[in-house]
């Protein structure tokens, strides 16, 4: 059974940083991050392989920076110049052969 633990989300002011992280229970190949509005779709943030390929929404990049470490089968979400319409819960996300897996989720919060 693979366990996603999440870590990092909190309360920051519009232009300000957050840094989330995410430990996994074994190692995994593709590790990433979604985020979900009230009401909204579960939308992909970005991803990260284990050869450290990444992928980014249009609506992050050049903001966010994902990156990871194996050793500690840990992935971050480095978050810069954050906005108001970054609040929302994200979720750690990893894909396996069987099954999608997801962290509990942590709220991040952008005030202007």
């Known amino acids: 059974q693979v366990q996603l633990v999440e870590s990092g989300g909190g309360l920051v002011q519009a232009g300000g940083s957050l840094r989330l992280s995410c430990a996994a229970s074994v190692n995994l190949n593709t590790m990433g991050w979604y985020r979900q509005a009230p009401g909204k779709q579960r939308e992909l943030v970005a991803t990260i392989t284990s050869g450290g390929s990444t992928n980014y929404a249009d609506s992050v990049k050049g903001r966010f920076t994902i990156s990871r470490d194996n050793g500690k089968n840990t992935v971050y979400l480095q978050m810069n110049s954050l906005k108001p319409e970054d609040t929302t819960v994200y979720y750690c996300?990893?894909?396996?052969?069987?099954?999608?897996?997801w962290g509990q989720g942590t709220q991040v919060t952008v005030s202007s």
């Open positions: 996300y990893a894909p396996t052969w069987n099954r999608n897996y």
